[in-house]
């Protein structure tokens, strides 16, 4: 299978950069995928997992929101944030969504409704991504 240099770089530094045969991206509205000789375009990542393939085997990271610029020879991924699923802590997600919950609650202004929404959203991504990978 060809392959394509795949770099993916969070905002708390590189997180792989290698060989790739299969990208598969989280995008607002479902996922999409990514091969060697893929035409140029850039996509916008949606919080969610980024599945990718490297000599046969699987890799799966829960990336957050950013921006994906693709060439058939490389594709460069910035994301605010990467993690593998199994190394979210789940009792700290757990304590993360019920803090953005009881925010939801209180009266607040449109930017904290936001930011709570999206604290929430990310909780709850971070725990259905060490629910689906716990081994």
Same mark, same amino acid.
């Given at each position: ?10 905002? =708390?530094?590189?997180?792989?950069? +290698? /060989?790739?045969?299969?990208? &598969?991206? !989280?995008?607002?509205?479902? @996922? ?25 085997? =699987?890799?799966?990271?829960?990336? +957050? /929101?950013?921006?994906?610029? &693709?060439? !058939?020879?490389?594709?460069? @991924? ?58």
């Amino acid at each position: 299978m060809n392959k394509f240099m795949l770099n993916i770089t969070a905002s =708390s530094g590189e997180y792989y950069q +290698g /060989d790739c045969e299969d990208l &598969v991206l !989280p995008i607002s509205d479902g @996922v999409y995928g990514i091969q060697a000789g893929h035409s140029p375009v850039l996509v916008a990542i949606h919080m969610g997992i980024l599945h990718f393939e490297v000599n046969g085997e =699987s890799r799966d990271i829960l990336v +957050g /929101d950013g921006i994906a610029e &693709v060439t !058939p020879a490389y594709v460069m @991924v910035l994301v605010d944030s990467a993690e593998r699923p199994e190394d979210i802590d789940k009792n700290r997600a757990e304590a993360a969504r019920i803090r953005a919950e009881e925010r939801l609650q209180h009266q607040q202004s449109m930017h904290e409704y936001y930011q709570s929404k999206i604290a929430l959203d990310r909780a709850m991504q971070r725990l259905q991504a060490a629910a689906k990978y716990r081994r």
